[in-house]
Nanobody, 124 residues
Framework: QVQLVESGGGLVQTGGSTRLSCAAS????????MAWYRQAPGKERELVAE???????NYADSVKGRFTISRDYAKKTVILQMNSLQPEDTAVYYC??????????????????WGQGTQVTVSS
């Protein structure tokens, strides 16, 4: 059983920094993607950054140059370093794991898992 536990976040001033961490437990396959999403009040959940086990990281345009996603494969952890925070970054941040046990026709078949979410509030 795969579980994701998030930590970090809280209240930050505009221009400040904070770091989110997500630790996975259970069996993680070699083909996988760990990502951070966020959902602000009244808005849909959106991708912030993702880090595939094969390939390069991908960022939303709104966070490029400010946020950095990184992984510790030994600890099965993904980190989101958030700098130069703005009030519009206020949201609940969710960790997601796409865990891919098999390939079909060259395309990974993955199961998705979500963390419980952690609040980040940026005060103006």
């Amino acid at each position: 059983q795969v579980q994701l536990v998030e930590s970090g976040g809280g209240l930050v001033q505009t221009g400040g920094s904070t770091r989110l961490s997500c630790a996975a437990s259970g069996r993680i396959f070699s083909v996988n993607t760990m990502a951070w999403y966020r959902q602000a009040p009244g808005k849909e959940r959106e991708l912030v950054a993702e880090s595939p086990s094969i390939g390069t990281a991908n960022y939303a345009d709104s966070v490029k140059g400010r946020f950095t996603i990184s992984r510790d494969y030994a600890k099965k952890t993904v980190i989101l370093q958030m700098n130069s925070l703005q009030p519009e970054d206020t949201a609940v941040y969710y960790c997601k794991l796409a865990n891919c046990p098999r390939m079909r026709d060259g395309i990974p078949e993955c199961n998705s898992y979500w963390g419980q979410g952690t609040q980040v509030t940026v005060s103006s």
